[in-house]
């Protein structure tokens, strides 16, 4: 079994380090001590770093984007102390991290009780991010990771909504997709849903989202968010037959709010040998038509 914790996050205005790190640190004890073994926070989650620049860095898409540079590797740090403190897996979300190549990526990260797991970048990139935030693709591929809890793989947000990906996470043995996302717009957020289920469906997996939800007028970047923290799984034995395992009751909130619950992976992962259906056993038949 595994407890669960997703939250479904407001971008807060903070007046210095010390109230942020106080504010993440106090977020993630909530879930710890709920009895959560994996905490998850969404897409641009390192944004709310934003908000510790001056009003006019902050009030500019990409000065603020640059800005919060220098910000990072501290913000790294103080997720893999809560991670090692607390002996628990941590996805504290993306950040828009400056390559050496002169690039901007969406990068999420995995911190374990041992600290650092690794990242996996965005693959596609919305139009936002590509033709306004300047945001490149990643290049590395997708990785999975082997945790004591299942083997897990991260598709951010816009990546949910590509069979492929989520396909290719499968066929690597991913029990769990975490899928932290960022959208602006009640349409943006029923995509990743609708994306998130259906990946869920063909795989025969569990998909965790975690949304940014709530306003925060003083950022260009995330300013408006909607969206409701999820595990999605497939509608089959032992499931909940609408395939919505837990979901959050609004779609925005103005205070960070923690979807706590627990599955059993297992279980989902026999649905592949055991199910009503089989859809990714059956996956190949549609390539012969």
Known sequence: MVKFASCQYAIELFDGW???AMHLEQLAGEAVEAGAQLLLLPEYAAMALTGLLPEEER???HKSIAAIQPL??????????IARRHGVWFCPGSAPVLDPDGKYRNRAFLFGPD???GHQDKIIMTRFEREQWFIAAGTEGLRSFDTPLGRVGILICYDNEFPMLARTLAEDGVDLILAPSCTDTEAGYHRVRIGAQAR?????LAVLVSPTAGFAPWSPAVDENFGRAALYVPADYGMPPSGVFAESDAVATQTSQWLIGEIDLEKVAALRREGQVALYRDWPEQFGV
């Open 200 to 204: 869920a469906l063909e795989n025969q």
């Open 72 to 81: 990072i590797p501290r913000w790294l740090d103080l997720c893999e102390a």
């Open 18 to 20: 010390d109230a942020y």
């Open 59 to 61: 009030g500019d898409l």
């Open 115 to 117: 600290g650092l797991a």
